[in-house]
């Protein structure tokens, strides 16, 4: 399956942004869906998963209750919408699928996907 991430930009503090991974060559519903991100000078961290079914969801304690990931499976895309956005969040925000069951939320390591969008850009600035 081929990852394309698309949505980033600048946009102020406080202000929402929603980012969208769309899927091609096979089916999103085959795979739980991630969103991690990576700073400069920093590791790739776990923002948010979602199952294949869309109906469990984890998230990084940094993001809860500011961002929501989800998924139109008939649309073959997944979402991360942003609200209440801070400095901290800038980083290139990558998307990922993970082969698992179809109840099963895909984990917060990297290595627990299997394919990987190129990323998009996030600022976040006054």
């Known amino acids: 399956v081929q990852l394309q991430a698309s949505g980033g930009g600048l946009v102020q503090p406080g202000g929402s942004l929603r980012l969208s991974c769309a899927a091609s060559?096979?089916?999103?519903?085959?795979?739980?869906m991630g969103w991690f991100r990576q700073a400069p000078g920093k590791e790739r961290e776990f923002v948010a998963a979602i199952s294949r079914s869309g109906g469990s969801t984890r998230y990084a304690d940094s993001v809860k209750g500011r961002f929501t990931i989800s998924r139109d499976n008939a649309k073959n895309t997944a979402y991360l919408q942003m609200d209440s956005l801070k400095p901290g969040d800038t980083a290139v925000y990558y998307c990922a699928a993970a082969t698992v069951p179809w109840v099963t939320t895909p984990g917060v390591t990297t290595s627990g996907y299997n394919y990987w969008g190129q990323g998009t850009l996030v600022t976040v600035s006054s």
């Open positions: 060559g096979r089916t999103l519903s085959n795979y739980g």
